[in-house]
């Protein structure tokens, strides 16, 4: 169960990143992210040369280019925001090709795609080299609550059950000739729902019972502890480290 999910974001392999332990790759990559977001708005050069730190990391997974180009989709929000920022935004105007738009537009246009393509790109290297599994055992060794962990261990683990039962429902629909082409077909896709849901929810009840059944007590019980040497911990905070060197040359300029 939950294998649907990780088939869509781990991927295997003998790189330095895949064989760094979960909780430190962790650790290290919210400290990036939080540094990368601290850098002053103009700081574009900053943020270009980490950038530059987040595409190395990514090419030092080994992981497939098609792989990681399909997983930056999730950027496109942020990159449809920031072309339209410079129209919308107030400030002193300045020409750009037949358009007149902010200059602090422009500003905050080019901060937000550098900050959000860094960020995503440190992202999917994680995501590609660290198992669902690995990622609630990070959590549960960094002491973050329980009860959200197990959330969240729940809902990697049975994401793709309800993605298969959602599918064989579609397949159902489709050999009954069913086409959602207009609001009628409301309904029906409507009605799939909500079945959807009462499994789902029938389900987890059946889990909770057999889990209770079996002496579940609230907490999950840690069977496979993470351990992390000092080297792993200097490896997996490197990008940190070289973004702290970026923002302390930016405010000491």
Same mark, same amino acid.
Not at 57 to 78: A, D, G, I, N
């Given at each position: ?6 088939? +869509? ?13 979960? +909780? ?29 730190? &987040? ?52 500003? *905050? ?70 086409? *959602? ?13 909500? &079945? ?56 000491? &300029?």
């Amino acid at each position: 169960m939950g294998a649907g999910l990780g088939i +869509h974001l781990h991927v295997e392999g003998e790189s330095v990143v895949h064989k760094l332990p979960a +909780h430190a790759k962790l650790v290290g990559l919210v400290t990036f992210v939080l540094l990368v977001v601290a850098l002053p708005r103009d700081a574009h050069s900053a943020r270009a040369a980490l950038l530059l730190v &987040a595409g190395a990391v990514v090419v030092s997974t080994r992981v497939p280019l098609r792989h990681v180009v399909s997983r930056l989709v999730v950027e496109v929000p942020f990159v449809v925001f920031a072309l339209v920022l410079p129209f919308v935004a107030t400030g002193p105007a300045m020409r750009l090709g037949p358009f007149t738009v902010s200059r602090d537009g422009v500003e *905050a246009s080019i901060a937000l795609l550098l900050t959000a393509t860094t960020s995503v790109l440190m992202a999917v290297a994680f995501a590609t080299t660290t198992s669902s599994r690995d990622l609630v055992r990070a959590l549960q060794h960094l002491r973050l609550p329980d009860r959200l962990v197990q959330i969240l261990a729940f809902m990697v683990r049975y994401l793709g059950v309800v993605g298969s039962q959602a599918q064989r429902m579609k397949v159902a629909r489709d050999s009954r000739a069913f086409r *959602a082409r207009s609001l009628g077909s409301w309904p029906v896709i409507a009605s799939s729902a909500g &079945a959807l849901f009462i499994r789902s929810y029938e389900r987890g009840e059946r889990v909770h019972l057999a889990m209770m059944s079996r002496g579940y007590t609230g907490r999950m019980p840690v069977t496979d502890p993470l351990s992390a040497t000092g080297r792993d911990w200097a490896v997996a905070h490197v990008p940190a480290v070289l973004a702290l060197a970026a923002l302390t040359a930016v405010y000491a &300029a």
